[in-house]
Nanobody, 113 residues
Framework: QVQLVESGGGLVQPGGSLRLSCEAS????????MSWSRQAPGKQRELVAS???????MYADSVKGRFTISRDTPKNIVYLQMNSLKAEDTAVYYC???????WGQGTQVTVSS
């Protein structure tokens, strides 16, 4: 059974940093492009960042230059390093595969003073 478990969310002040982690079960991890998306209350879900099996990355314009996605394939973990956080980054962040639609349960990130 495929499982994705996120961690690392929390409350942070504007300008601060957080690192989200997503641990994947099973050997499928190395075969998938992994992504982070977020959803704020009353807003549509937004694809934030993706990393393919070759390590190539893409970012939404809203986070480019502030967020970094990476993966540790031997450990089956994908990370999202978030710097210079803004109030508008407040959302539930989800780890997921682009193919086959596997999603984690989400982790809350709140940026507030």
């Amino acid at each position: 059974q495929v499982q994705l478990v996120e961690s690392g969310g929390g409350l942070v002040q504007p300008g601060g940093s957080l690192r989200l982690s997503c641990e994947a079960s099973g050997s499928f991890f190395r075969s998938y492009t992994m992504s982070w998306s977020r959803q704020a209350p009353g807003k549509q879900r937004e694809l934030v960042a993706s990393i393919n099996t070759g390590g190539n990355t893409m970012y939404a314009d809203s986070v480019k230059g502030r967020f970094t996605i990476s993966r540790d394939t031997p450990k089956n973990i994908v990370y999202l390093q978030m710097n210079s956080l803004k109030a508008e980054d407040t959302a539930v962040y989800y780890c997921h595969t682009l193919a086959d639609n596997y999603w984690g349960q989400g982790t809350q990130v709140t940026v507030s003073s």
